[in-house]
């Protein structure tokens, strides 16, 4: 199988610019999981989707972000007009078992640079 | 809400010495507990788990980690290092006062010396 797959791995964008990072779920996994990881700092837990379906957003910026789990695609993190404090690495996880009950499986995550 | 201390942030250790890193949890409730690694240019990747029963885990790669629920610690050791051990370490827990999301700590960077 292969495993959870992130892209771009590194994107550069200047202030004010959108930004759109997308993740394909290990295949059968239907719960995905979005984390930032901030320079010298551990990961964030920012939103967890299913299908169609935010499930928890809140560690999500309340502007500005958004994310989405369609039915057919991936699940994508959009970042609207973004600033230099939103360069981080950002993580999808995703796993078979919802809630976190089970294992959580990385991708290789998307380095977000704002210039 | 659940948060997660690990103290130490960067070790550096010569090979074939002992690692222990600490790993601290505020809630007392019910917990699953999570040691990830993540090596250079790598994505994170689990060394163990513990959900319940035997409190001291067994991980891959010579990792082990004990839960000892009155310290609310789950510290990661190894007996001895080697090289390719160097990476981040993330401890992680899950807990039912916290919507069952994975929260993690601010991560350890461990550097092995050859």
């Known amino acids: 199988n292969a495993g959870v797959m992130q892209n771009p791995r590194h994107l550069v964008r200047r202030r004010g610019q959108e930004a759109r990072l997308r993740c394909s779920p290990m295949?059968?996994?239907?719960?995905v999981y979005w984390y930032r990881q901030l320079p010298e700092e551990g990961l964030k837990f920012m939103v967890y989707?299913?299908?169609?379906?935010?499930?928890?957003e809140s560690g999500m910026p309340k502007e500005r972000f958004s994310a989405e789990f369609p039915k057919e695609g991936p699940s994508i993190l959009r970042i609207q007009q973004v600033v230099r404090g939103d360069s981080a690495a950002y993580f999808c996880a995703s796993s078979w078992e919802g809630r976190g009950l089970g294992e959580l499986f990385f991708g290789e995550g998307s380095r977000l640079t704002v210039l | 809400a659940q948060s997660v201390s690990q103290h130490n942030h960067h070790v550096i250790l010569s090979e074939a010495a002992s690692l222990e890193l600490g790993c601290n949890y505020s809630?007392?409730?019910?917990?699953?507990l999570f040691w990830y690694v993540q090596y250079p240019g790598q994505h994170l990747q689990l060394l163990l788990k513990?959900?319940?029963?035997?409190?001291l885990v067994k991980g891959i790669k010579g990792f082990e980690a004990e839960f000892i629920k009155s310290k609310f610690s789950f510290n990661l050791r190894k007996p001895s290092v080697q090289w390719s051990d160097t990476a981040e370490y993330f401890c992680?827990?899950?807990?039912?006062?916290?919507?069952?999301?994975?929260?993690f700590g601010g991560g350890t960077r461990l550097m092995v010396k050859p």
């Open positions: 513990y959900f319940s029963g035997d409190p």
């Open positions: 295949k059968g996994h239907s719960h």
């Open positions: 809630y007392g409730g019910t917990v699953n």
């Open positions: 992680a827990v899950i807990s039912d006062n916290a919507g069952n999301m994975l929260t």
């Open positions: 989707l299913q299908k169609e379906n935010i499930i928890d």
